[in-house]
């Protein structure tokens, strides 16, 4: 019993040390880019010798892609969570319900969403894809409840039913997802980059509005 008391210790301390490391990292691309990770900072900002902290990352590559995985992973699981904890409810109200989740996600973790979105711009993003499938994420989420409502005349017109852009899924259901997926994006950059706070505009306002005029009918 002390044995296995003893391993359970030395794994929480680990993990709340690569916890550590992670926040580093993140605060580093915070002030610069991807690029700016460097593992001595982070080892004398947590008074470690690199030689320590090589232990738990054998490479500046590795820390990075734990980085981008993470990122990626936590943006999958909220999404997921979303999809059931909505179950039941109007297809409508459930993609209200997935947008303002992603956006609250986005706020109180602008450089793990710049990450997913590409914004910091690294080319082992792409490696994601081998991690968390695009079936996990938000886009996919979009499709699932956008293919479930009414669709705008307009798009019907532009995209033939019988065309595909995707599995399962009509060339209009991805365009009208897209459509969302876009506006809701840009209204989310501006407000992480601080556009919208320096133009006097309300984040919370703006956002309502958006989904409002993108899905009328669905906040009942």
Do not use: K
């Amino acid at each position: 019993m002390e044995a296995q008391t003893g391993s359970s210790r030395r794994d929480r301390l680990r993990a709340a040390l690569v916890a550590d490391i992670h926040a580093q990292a993140y605060r580093q691309i915070a002030e610069d880019s991807l690029a700016a990770v460097s593992m001595t900072g982070i080892a004398q900002s947590l008074g470690l010798s690199p030689a320590a902290l090589y232990r738990y990352f054998p490479s500046r590559e590795e820390l990075v892609r734990a980085l981008i995985t993470e990122s990626f992973e936590a943006n999958a699981s909220l999404t997921e969570r979303t999809l059931a904890e909505t179950v039941g409810l109007p297809s409508g109200q459930r993609l209200r319900r997935l947008l303002a989740v992603t956006r609250a996600w986005a706020v109180d973790h602008p450089i793990q969403y710049r990450i997913i979105q590409g914004i910091l711009g690294d080319h082992r993003i792409s490696e994601a894809d081998a991690v968390v499938s695009p079936a996990r994420r938000p886009f996919h989420a979009i499709c699932l409840l956008v293919a479930e409502l009414p669709r705008p005349g307009a798009l019907e017109a532009a995209m033939p039913s019988a065309s595909q852009a995707g599995p399962g899924y009509p060339r209009e259901v991805v365009l009208h997802a897209l459509t969302i997926w876009t506006r809701l994006s840009g209204v989310i950059s501006l407000e992480l980059n601080g556009v919208l706070e320096r133009m006097g505009i309300d984040a919370d306002l703006l956002f309502e509005a958006e989904v409002d005029q993108l899905l009328p009918g669905t906040n009942a």
